[in-house]
């Protein structure tokens, strides 16, 4: 069966850190991966997705980076944390987007 | 016009209840439906998809309106497990990779 893992669960940095986090999906190949964002009481915000090792597409022009090395690995990163990039980060898979995605359990990331 | 829109509410019901969530979307290309769960401080996960002829799992059952552009959810005999927002989500159309999401409605069920 596929699994999908994200970590670390949660992260408390300082503003102007870098981040790193990763995901990595098993039990598939060449999947679909996403990268989002929801802020504290808000909607689901798209940040990458990728359809293919070293293809990422941006739907929100910030200080983040995507990078997808290898099939199923997908890193989410930035060199400069800002506060705003406060909120609970969740990575996504499918193998077709008619079938629906399956969710990571996130990474909690606070800015301070 | 937002590309999916839900009623945020609070719904306050009491157990055994019957409520029901509408949701609208804006692109009459959209192909698949879906209604997704999320519990407080956790991932969404998939409810159940919504197909045209209306779906039923248990106390849930899904109905899509393409006519009118809409999509509903009736939870029948509310438990208190049920409490968790409740995510209309809709791919764009053909050829898209992407699912746009609705910002959920929130249903809290009271003893």
């Known amino acids: 069966s596929q699994t999908i893992h994200q970590w670390p669960a949660t992260l408390v940095q300082p503003v102007g850190s870098p981040l790193s986090l990763e995901c990595t999906v098993e039990?598939?190949?060449?999947?679909?991966l996403y990268w989002y964002r929801q802020a504290a009481g808000r909607g689901l915000q798209l940040l990458f997705y990728?359809?293919?090792?070293?293809?990422i597409s941006s739907e929100v022009p910030q200080n983040l980076s995507a990078s997808r090395p290898q099939d199923r690995q997908f890193i989410l990163s930035s060199k400069k944390l800002l506060l705003s990039d406060s909120g609970f980060y969740l990575c996504?898979?499918?193998?077709?987007?008619?079938?629906?995605?399956?969710f990571g359990s996130g990474t909690r990331l606070t800015v301070v | 016009r937002k590309e999916v829109e839900q009623d945020p509410g609070p719904f306050n019901v009491p157990e055994g209840a019957t409520v029901a969530f509408n949701c609208t979307y804006s692109n009459s290309a959209s192909q698949s439906f879906f209604w997704y769960r999320q519990d407080c401080r956790k991932e969404p996960k998939l409810l159940m998809s919504?197909?045209?002829s209306g779906n039923e799992d248990g106390r849930f059952t899904a109905q899509l309106n393409r006519a009118s552009q809409y999509i509903s959810l009736l939870i029948r005999d509310s438990k208190l497990s049920d409490s968790a927002t409740y995510l209309c989500?809709?791919?764009?159309?053909?050829?898209?990779?992407?699912?746009?999401f609705g910002k959920g409605t929130k249903l809290s069920v009271i003893p």
């Open positions: 989500v809709v791919t764009p159309g053909a050829g898209s990779y992407q699912l746009t």
């Open positions: 919504v197909y045209s």
């Open positions: 039990g598939t190949s060449n999947p679909n």
């Open positions: 990728s359809v293919g090792i070293g293809q």
């Open positions: 996504a898979w499918s193998t077709d987007s008619n079938y629906g995605y399956t």
